[in-house]
């Protein structure tokens, strides 16, 4: 699929990074223990990072992905107050405080979003593709 070519149709001012490097692909499973969904997996490979409406961060680089993640696993306070991370991989926000998220246990292809207030997570989209078609077009909290 071309990942650039979709985005940019979806949104023309989008703003997408270079492609990310293998290494930091590999980084991301190494530091989670988790592999990245494919279609994740190729978008990055084509574009490290979109960024939507108003320097929403649709999608996060490889790098942030991994330290992001890490961040919210590692930090022991989160663990008294929030339901685990480990279950979902987070690879984009809302630009005010909710996170996108891969469904990693178990393996699925939908993309969830956790509620950062409530700790809810609800389902956002169906997949990659189905994510983006939505979210940049969209304006405000379009997964509500």
């Known amino acids: 699929?071309?990942?650039r070519?979709?985005?940019?149709?979806?949104?023309?001012?989008?703003?997408?990074?270079?492609?990310?490097?293998?290494?930091d692909l590999a980084e991301v499973e190494r530091?989670?223990?988790?592999?990245?969904?494919?279609?994740?997996a190729g978008l990055l490979r084509q574009c490290d990072g979109v960024v939507g409406r108003h320097g929403t961060d649709v999608v996060?680089?490889?790098r942030r992905i991994a330290r992001q993640n890490a961040e919210l696993r590692g930090t022991p306070v989160f663990a008294s107050l929030y339901m685990p991370f480990e279950p979902l991989m987070f690879f984009g926000d809302s630009g005010g405080g909710d996170l996108f998220g891969a469904v990693r246990?178990?393996?699925r292809c939908?993309?969830?979003?956790?509620?950062?207030?409530?700790?809810?997570?609800?389902?956002?989209?169906g997949g990659t593709e189905d994510y983006l078609r939505r979210a940049?077009?969209?304006?405000?909290?379009?997964?509500r």
């Open 110 to 125: 939908e993309v969830f979003v956790w509620d950062h207030e409530s700790d809810g997570r609800s389902w956002a989209a």
């Open 105 to 107: 246990i178990p393996e």
């Open 31 to 40: 530091v989670l223990g988790q592999p990245l969904p494919g279609d994740l």
């Open 136 to 143: 940049l077009p969209a304006r405000g909290d379009w997964y």
């Open 5 to 23: 070519e979709l985005v940019l149709g979806l949104l023309p001012e989008a703003e997408l990074a270079g492609p990310a490097d293998e290494a």
């Open 60 to 62: 996060w680089s490889a």
């Open 1 to 3: 699929m071309n990942w």
